[in-house]
């Protein structure tokens, strides 16, 4: 199997968790990097891993996605999984008023993590001529009101419907689409959530297990839906919580 892992930022990265799970199923792996200041963190780690290609890419920059896709069509030929996990919105936007988000910065959000998924499906449609699966990485703010969750309540909604639309439109390729839904996780990046600390104690207080999900949960089920037994399922929002989300 060859994977393109696109968002690893360090070890505790749901990206990360994901492309151990990939590798300890014999996967082949691409790592991606964002760009110089982050290379020292993610080559080490993707270098354990055994990937075999490990490339910058600002998913801004079209021509490092192309010349990304180059590389792994000239080295594999063909690809069978892509996980996108990359989000961005500027500070001021995450922590202020939907309501007050500037245009500029709700495009910026929308860009970084919604469009580029969709970006990122299309370079990899031609290399998966006998189908493959393609994943992001959403959250319960998509779909209910997550108090310091912003804008990305908004563009994580968007991504979901994205990733039902992107589902419809590339099953009869054989590509399937998912969003995977974690709960509250200690990431870098929800560290920039204000008060995430009570939200994590609420997630593993209320959540029926009384667990909060971890990275190497989030792979498992990433490599599951990578493998031919899930070929048949598409266009879902994969919530891997504890059963936080079903709780009123």
Known sequence: MKVLVVGVANDQSIAYGCAKAFSEQGADLAVTFLNEKAEPHVRPLAEELGAEIVAPLDVRDLEQQDALFREITEKWGRLDTLLHSIAFSKKEDLHGRVVDCSA?????????????????????????????????????????VVENYGVMGPVKAALEAATRYAAAEMGPRGISVHALSPGPLKTRAASGIAEFDELLNDAAERAPTHQLATIDDVGAYAAFLASREAFNVTGGIHFIDGGYSIVG
């Open 104 to 144: 500029e910065g709700f495009g910026l959000a929308m860009d970084i993590s919604v469009h580029s998924f969709l970006r990122l499906i299309r370079g990899a449609e031609p290399l998966m001529p006998q189908g493959g699966t393609c994943m992001t990485v959403s959250f319960m703010g998509a779909q209910k």
